[in-house]
Nanobody, 122 residues
Framework: QVQLVESGGGSVQAGGSLRLSCAFSGRIFSNYAMSWFRQAPGKERDFVAAISRNFGITYYTDSVKGRFTISRDNAKNTVYLQMNKLKPDDTAVYYC???????????????WGQGTQVTVSS
């Protein structure tokens, strides 16, 4: 069974940076596409970024392009989300997910972490 554990969340002022990490265990990490979603209070869980299992092809939602970078280290079984130039609208619980394709819909992912809170103050 795959387990995902996020870390790196916290509170930061607008314009600051955070790096989220998601540790993967239980299966062969390089066999899975990985993604990050986020859920703000009272809102649905939305796609943020994804990275393919081969070649490291990346995808982003428009609102984070140029500010966020998803990456993976297959030797460490870890996926990262570097978040720069943070805005108050980025405040949410951030979840990592693992699946077979780099889709933008929750149903395309088989495994989820427990989430990590990111709070950006103005």
């Amino acid at each position: 069974q795959v387990q995902l554990v996020e870390s790196g969340g916290g509170s930061v002022q607008a314009g600051g940076s955070l790096r989220l990490s998601c540790a993967f265990s239980g299966r062969i990490f390089s066999n899975y596409a990985m993604s990050w979603f986020r859920q703000a209070p009272g809102k649905e869980r939305d796609f943020v970024a994804a990275i393919s299992r081969n070649f490291g092809i990346t995808y982003y939602t428009d609102s984070v392009k140029g500010r966020f970078t998803i990456s993976r280290d297959n030797a460490k079984n870890t996926v990262y989300l570097q978040m720069n130039k943070l805005k108050p609208d980025d405040t949410a619980v951030y979840y990592c997910a693992a699946g077979q394709t780099t889709g933008r819909n929750m149903v395309e992912y088989d495994y989820w972490g427990q989430g990590t809170q990111v709070t950006v103050s103005s």
